[in-house]
């Protein structure tokens, strides 16, 4: 995993994906503060998520955008989908994202889809199973694309070249 950090120039993509209302019971009667949950990405690779926490609204959204383009990272993208499948989990949630033809759009729900959109992957397939809590599926999500590889890197963890791990070497 690459890290890139994203000028507000560079952003293309930004996405509240989920708003909560938490309520502390105190003494005086209860106290409302806000967590916001932020995708921003280029649409060309590059995608970050974060998410804040403040007592108004507008405030937990800007610290969720801040933390959002400081945690971004690079997703490999191959013609439009991604490279490989991959299963990923974090708590109960557990997503399952897998590659797609040229035509067939972005299949997944609303939580995967926003840091799909704000990646750039135009063709993909994905799956949410388990709990799908905002939080929790966001954050399986870039579990799964934090793992994705590409031929090319694998060859170079191996030691290897591209064309050795790809069967095209002459014979």
Known sequence: MSKVILSSDEVTFEKIVDTNRVAKVVKGGRNFSFNAIVVVGNQNGIVGVGSG????????????????????????????????????????????????????GLIAGGTARALFEAAGIKNILAKSMGSNTPCNLVKATVIALTELRTLSQVAKLRGKTFNELSGTEAK
């Open 53 to 104: 926490k403040a007592n108004e609204i507008t405030e937990a959204i800007s610290k969720a955008r801040g933390k959002a383009m400081k945690n971004t990272f690079q997703v490999p993208i191959v013609r439009g989908t991604i490279p490989h499948e991959v299963f990923a989990k974090y708590g109960a949630s557990k997503i399952l994202v897998k590659p797609a033809s040229e035509g067939t």
